[in-house]
């Protein structure tokens, strides 16, 4: 991983830390392990985060995943957003067996690379890595209309039919991203055929969202975000799901869960989403982390295969 791959990253999300913030930059202390033990589907351990004064500095990710297998989260996919970080996280889940990999362009990186002339060949190189054995969902990808006007609007499209085909054509979950975009991501899904297995992540609509995502066999994975005070159409929406169709991440280092929001995310805090997700339910945590964690594998497979041996 390359400074310039994190940075571009970062760019294409419209996150990450604000040079001129004043919030807390340490990590938060490790929360009570889960008795049943759970997965983090997207995570992106290769943005650093609690850098700057104050802040506990970047994490290497096996300190990441030390610290989520302390307190009962057994595997993480980590998740690609433009061709470099794709690379990374295919390249660290060959060697890691706590790890699988998802690979995409980004929807925000789709217009700047039509734009360079480069989308089709970064595209080509996504298709390559869905080939490698521990790929094993190609996203994220999607439609984001909150950073993208009309003018770069086609290029998102183009590029998510693009992954739609390469996650049938290899059997591979896809990851959507959906940005004040919901109508329209669900039209093109339709019109192209939505792969078996489709996660919505960090899922952000309301119940009716939910509702059409259950009557299809979508997958819907809640983030931290369900537990802001101010996300009760969110916990409308996680009610209103079929347990069976429920996911859960942290999309760190983004979207850390009440009561640390604003400091860094991480894999290992997914316990306290998962608590607040049983406790909206009113249900036992440790029946939502069975039920979750059952449902992770049937959409990803298995995370104890072998890895593969690769030169460090």
């Known amino acids: 991983m390359t400074d310039a791959a994190d940075a571009s990253h970062v760019r294409a999300r419209g996150e990450g830390s604000?040079?001129?913030?004043?919030?807390?930059?340490?990590?938060?202390?490790?929360?009570?392990?889960?008795?049943?033990?759970?997965?983090?589907?997207?995570?992106?351990?290769?943005?650093?985060?609690?850098?700057?004064?104050g802040g506990d500095g970047p994490l290497d990710y096996r300190e990441h995943l030390d610290r989520a297998?302390?307190?009962?989260?057994?595997?993480?996919?980590?998740?690609?957003?433009?061709?470099?970080?794709?690379?990374?996280?295919?390249?660290?889940?060959?060697?890691?067996?706590?790890?699988?990999?998802?690979?995409?362009?980004?929807?925000?990186?789709?217009?700047?690379?039509?734009?360079?002339?480069l989308l089709d060949e970064h595209l080509a190189g996504i298709e390559?890595?869905?080939?490698?054995?521990?790929?094993?969902?190609?996203?994220e990808t999607g439609l984001?209309?909150?950073r993208t006007g009309e003018d770069g609007r086609a290029a998102q499209v183009?590029?998510?039919?693009?992954?739609?085909?390469?996650?049938?054509?290899?059997?591979?979950?896809?990851t959507i991203h959906d940005r004040d975009a919901h109508d329209a991501v669900v039209e093109v899904l339709d019109r192209v055929g939505a792969p078996e297995r489709t996660v919505f992540h960090c899922f952000s609509g309301g119940p009716d969202l939910a509702r059409l995502c259950a009557e299809?066999?979508?997958?819907?994975?809640?983030?931290?975000?369900v537990t802001f005070k101010n996300a009760e159409p969110l916990r409308e929406a996680l009610r209103v799901a079929p347990r069976h169709l429920v996911m859960i991440e942290t999309d760190a280092p983004f979207l850390t869960p009440t009561p640390?929001?604003?400091?860094?995310?991480?894999?290992?805090?997914?316990?306290?989403?998962?608590?607040?997700?049983?406790e909206t339910l009113g249900t036992d945590a440790s029946m939502l982390a069975a039920q979750i964690a059952s449902t992770t594998e049937l959409v990803y497979g298995a995370w104890d295969a072998e890895p593969v041996t690769v030169d460090q």
């Open 260 to 278: 640390y929001r604003g400091r860094p995310n991480a894999p290992y805090l997914v316990p306290l989403t998962l608590r607040s997700m049983a």
């Open 216 to 225: 299809r066999g979508w997958y819907m994975s809640f983030a931290g975000t």
């Open 18 to 53: 604000s040079g001129g913030s004043k919030r807390d930059l340490s990590y938060p202390p490790l929360p009570q392990a889960l008795v049943v033990p759970v997965y983090d589907n997207h995570t992106h351990m290769e943005i650093a985060d609690g850098v700057g004064e």
């Open 158 to 174: 183009r590029s998510f039919e693009e992954h739609i085909r390469i996650a049938k054509e290899h059997d591979l979950a896809l």
């Open 128 to 139: 390559r890595l869905a080939a490698l054995p521990r790929v094993r969902a190609i996203g």
């Open 69 to 117: 297998s302390s307190v009962g989260v057994r595997g993480v996919v980590q998740v690609g957003t433009d061709l470099a970080t794709s690379e990374w996280s295919a390249q660290i889940a060959a060697r890691e067996p706590r790890v699988l990999a998802a690979v995409a362009l980004h929807p925000n990186e789709a217009p700047v690379l039509d734009e360079q002339g």
């Open 144 to 146: 984001d209309f909150f």
